[in-house]
């Protein structure tokens, strides 16, 4: 059994990049229930049981064999961070399964980490997270023995969900046409600055460059910045009153901190890539429980001075991004991701700012609490040898809680450069929520 990717999610093949959603748990986790949970999601999510293989001139999701399904795994009595390290740096190759679960536990039973590793060809951010939702809801109904939310399975084999491409509204051929070529030339007319790496190269044949914090080559960190709920709730007020979105405020801030980082006083042209979700704009709209990657990006570069007033940097890119949608451009820009191979310059951009907005978290049982949930991309390849790159940031509100994750490789970014990016990132948010007080608003920094 197999179905055939579609140009889109061909994209992500040779991106390789995955989600890697975890929440730490206190109190007693039932194994075996947690295992039949995670079973019960692969057996739903035919995407989960299989593998990337070839099919003509490009690839099709495969079922792989009942020995090769992938199951929960199980470790105890070793370190959290540690083995959430070691998670964000182990891949999901081509060939292997596209999804990985994962346990870690204290020796007293009491104290727990929970990692769900899915690729990016067949997820996104909603559905990476509305998955984790359902596993922990089906595992509550095994443990209290209420209802299954998860569809008994059928005997008309795997039911594969259908790509994105497949789902969009009609589009004028020509008018993408016309899109592609408008789309071209801006990006040749106004070429993005990147943010340069502080980490030397050395030279081939080497293992790597060393950072001032003597982190070695190629290895997945991540600096995280929370506010708690009440400077969650003040940036959210200050997105009303002023009639923007809090996701053009995060923008700002980034647009500014990579300003900083880049020398000169004149302005700077600055790329914000902003994933665009298309489930809500699907007619019907695409539920989150199904596994698509169902985004599209908006690219739109920017003169940044140096001191920019962050508010007019926000009022830009809100404007910019709803008059993206509102003409519809979304769809065509759907459209034109498989051109991005031949042309990386559509996506590239000086920072990158995801945005998944307010989500609920997992609901365990009775005995048990999510106590952090988090979601953070990676991929395999950083391109140390590029000299630069954008910086990404992966944003999320669980529960009140804003969280920015910036995942980044040692081989690139120094763990010491990036947390100076986080805190600068964390001020302006500050600043944004109380700008008379910024000092006095507490907020968590890991």
């Known amino acids: ?44 999510h035919p995407t989960l049981r299989s593998r990337i293989a070839p099919d003509g001139a ?22 959290e961070a540690a083995e959430y390290a070691a998670e964000l740096n182990r891949p999901l190759p081509v060939g292997g399964p596209l999804s990985r679960a994962v346990l870690v536990s204290a020796p007293d039973g009491t104290s727990h980490l929970f990692m769900l590793v899915v690729d990016h060809t067949v997820t996104d951010g909603h559905s990476s997270i509305a998955l984790l939702n359902a596993l922990w809801d089906h ?30 509204p009609p589009a004028d051929e020509a008018a993408t046409a016309r899109y592609l070529d408008d789309r071209t030339e801006a990006v040749r007319r106004h070429p993005v600055d990147l943010v340069p790496y502080d980490v030397p190269r050395t030279d081939p044949g080497t293992d790597g460059a060393r950072g001032a914090d003597g982190a070695s080559a190629g290895r997945i960190e991540v600096r995280r910045l929370t506010l708690e709920p009440e400077p969650t709730a003040a940036l959210r007020s200050t997105a009303r009153a002023h009639g923007l979105s809090v996701h053009a405020l995060i923008a700002a801030a980034l647009l500014a901190t990579a300003r900083r980082r880049l020398p000169g006083a004149g302005p700077r042209t600055l790329g914000c890539l902003s994933p665009v979700d298309l489930r809500s704009r699907l007619s019907p709209p695409l539920p989150a429980a199904v596994l698509v990657p169902a ?61 998944m907005g307010v989500v609920p978290g997992p609901r365990p049982p009775a005995g048990l609490r999510a106590v952090d949930v988090r979601l953070v991309p990676a991929r395999e390849q950083y391109f140390p040898q590029a000299g630069r790159s954008p910086v990404m940031a992966c944003v999320v509100s669980f529960e009140g809680r ?26 302006a948010l500050l600043g944004f929520a109380h700008p008379a007080r910024p000092e006095r608003i507490p907020a968590a920094v890991s």
């Open 58 to 79: 490009g690839f099709a999701l495969r079922l792989l064999d009942e020995d090769e399904r992938p199951r929960l795994s199980t470790r105890t009595g070793v370190d």
């Open 1 to 44: 059994m197999h179905r055939a990717l579609c140009p889109v999610e061909t994209l992500y093949v040779g991106q390789r990049s995955r989600a890697v959603l975890s929440c730490a748990l206190r109190g007693r986790v039932d194994v075996r229930a947690l295992a039949a949970a995670y079973d019960a999601m692969t057996q739903a």
């Open 402 to 427: 804003l969280a920015i994750e910036f995942p980044h490789s040692t081989a690139c970014f120094s763990p010491a450069f990036m947390r100076a990016f986080r805190d600068d990132v964390r001020a």
């Open 139 to 168: 595992y509550r109904a095994l443990v209290e023995g209420g209802p299954s939310p998860v569809p008994p399975a059928t005997a008309d084999g795997p039911r594969w969900p259908r790509p994105v491409s497949e789902l969009l």
């Open 295 to 355: 985004v599209t990006t908006h690219l739109q570069t920017l003169d940044v001075p140096d001191g920019p007033d962050p508010l007019d940097l926000a009022r830009t890119v809100h404007a910019r991004l709803t008059g993206f949608v509102a003409r519809g451009e979304h769809v065509h820009e759907m459209r034109v991701t498989p051109e991005i191979p031949r042309d990386p310059a559509l996506q590239l951009a000086t920072v990158i700012a995801t945005n």
